[in-house]
C-alpha cells in the first residue's frame, strides 16, 4: 500500500497544459474570469480552480469546500486525536467503534477495491507505516527482513469489519491499524465536485496530491492534461489526454522514495510482502469517481502492470494508462485514440 501517510505531493498534471487550454478556450467567455484558490488540510495542497462569471459565489464555493477538507480531516487523520481513524485502531481486537457516516462510506469502498484487486488494496498497512518510513519522518533506511516479517500478520483487510445499520467499524486484531491515506483524498475531491456543483459552478478543476477532477470546459476547448514521465523532471509530461466530468488518478515509484545499491525503495508497499511493489513505475487511473480511481491506482500498481491492466479491462467505466517496471506503456481500451503520447518515458 501507499505509504503517503497524511502527504501527498504527487502532480498528477502540467500546470502549463492546463493554463494553455485555458487561453485558447477563453474567446467565447469574455464576462468568465479565471480564478484559483488553494489550502493546505489533509496533509497536502488543494488547489480549486473554476471558470465562472460570479466571482463571489465561487469564492463562496470554495470555503464550502475547503470546510468540508479539513472535517475530513478530522475524521480520517492518523495524527489529530479522536478522529475516527485513530479510535478503531486503539480499539482494535477490543470492539467495534462508531463512526461517521463518511467513515462508512469509504470503508466500504475500500473493501470493494480490496476485492477486486485480491487485495493489493489494502487499508490495514498501517501495521507496517513505522517499519518502512516514507512519512514525514523518512530515513531513507531498509529495514531488517525480520522486521517486515513480523508486521505482515497484521495486514489483513479481510479482518475489517463495517456495520453500516450499526455505523460502527471494527479491526479484529489487537495490534492491526488501518489507514485512509490511499482513498481519503480521493473521497474528498469527489465530496468537492459535489459541494461545487450545489453551488452551480460547471467548469472547474479540484486537484487535492495526486487526485484531479475535471469538470465542464475551460471556455471553448476540453482540459487538457498532462501524465507525468516517472522518472523525468517534475511536471514533465511523456503524455497529454483531453478530459471532462471525470477523474485522473496517478501513484508512481518516483512520489517518495530514496535509492539504495542501486535499488529504488519507494512508499507503495505490497501487503503480501512488506517490500516496495515492483511490477509499475506509475498508474494513471480515469474515472467517474475520485474515491474510487485514488484505492485503484494504488492497488493496480501493486498488482502489476499486466494484471493491472487486465483489471482495469474488465472494470466499467474505469479506463488506465500504465508505464510498466520495464518502461513499456500500456493504455486501456477505451483510452486509446484519445491518449497523446509525446515521447516514451524516460529510460
Same mark, same amino acid.
Given at each position: ?7 501527498? %505531493?504527487? &502532480? ?5 497544459? !492546463? $493554463?494553455?487550454?485555458? @487561453?485558447? #478556450? ?124 513480523? %508486521?505482515? &500478520? ?5 479482518? !475489517? $469489519?463495517?456495520?453500516? @445499520?450499526? #455505523? ?180
Amino acid at each position: 500500500m501507499r505509504m503517503d501517510g497524511e502527504d501527498l %505531493r504527487r &502532480p498528477a498534471y502540467a500546470a502549463g497544459l !492546463v $493554463v494553455a487550454a485555458l @487561453a485558447v #478556450g477563453s474567446c467565447g467567455h469574455q464576462e468568465t474570469r479565471f480564478l484559483t484558490r488553494s489550502h493546505q488540510t489533509m496533509g497536502a495542497e488543494a488547489v480549486l480552480t473554476t471558470w465562472v462569471a460570479d466571482e463571489a459565489v465561487a469564492y463562496d464555493a470554495f470555503d464550502a469546500v475547503f470546510a468540508e477538507f479539513d472535517r475530513l480531516d478530522a475524521l480520517l487523520s492518523v495524527w489529530k486525536p479522536e478522529s475516527d481513524v485513530l479510535r478503531i485502531n486503539a480499539a482494535a481486537g477490543k470492539a467495534p467503534v462508531r463512526v461517521s457516516r463518511k467513515t462508512i462510506e469509504i470503508l466500504q469502498a475500500a473493501q470493494r477495491v480490496s476485492a477486486w484487486t485480491s487485495g493489493k488494496f489494502d487499508i490495514t498497512f498501517g501495521a507496517l507505516s513505522d517499519v518502512w518510513k516514507f512519512d514525514h519522518d523518512q530515513d531513507n533506511h531498509v529495514p531488517a527482513s525480520a522486521d517486515i516479517v513480523a %508486521r505482515l &500478520p497484521l495486514v489483513d483487510h479481510h479482518r !475489517v $469489519v463495517v456495520d453500516a @445499520a450499526a #455505523g460502527t467499524a471494527f479491526v479484529a486484531s489487537p495490534g492491526m491499524r488501518i489507514h485512509l491515506g490511499g482513498i481519503g483524498k480521493g473521497y474528498a475531491v469527489d465530496r468537492a465536485v459535489a459541494t461545487l456543483r450545489a453551488y452551480g459552478i460547471r467548469d472547474f478543476i479540484v486537484q487535492f496530491g495526486g487526485d484531479l477532477y475535471v469538470s465542464g470546459r475551460p471556455g471553448d476547448g476540453p482540459w487538457r492534461l498532462g501524465i507525468n514521465d516517472p522518472r523525468g523532471p517534475p511536471d514533465d509530461s511523456f503524455a497529454t489526454l483531453e478530459l471532462s466530468d471525470a477523474t485522473l488518478s496517478t501513484s508512481g515509484d518516483y512520489e517518495r522514495f530514496f535509492i539504495q545499491d542501486g535499488t529504488r525503495y519507494h512508499h507503495i508497499l505490497d501487503p503480501d510482502t512488506g517490500q516496495p511493489a515492483r511490477g509499475s513505475r506509475s498508474v494513471t487511473i480515469v474515472a467517474g469517481s475520485a474515491m474510487l480511481a485514488d484505492a485503484l491506482s494504488t492497488g493496480v500498481f501493486i498488482m502489476g502492470a499486466y494484471d493491472g491492466i487486465a483489471l482495469v479491462e474488465r472494470l466499467p467505466d474505469v479506463e488506465a494508462v500504465i508505464v510498466s517496471a520495464d518502461n513499456e506503456v500500456l493504455i486501456s481500451s477505451g483510452l486509446r485514440g484519445r491518449v497523446q503520447v509525446i515521447r516514451a518515458p524516460t529510460p
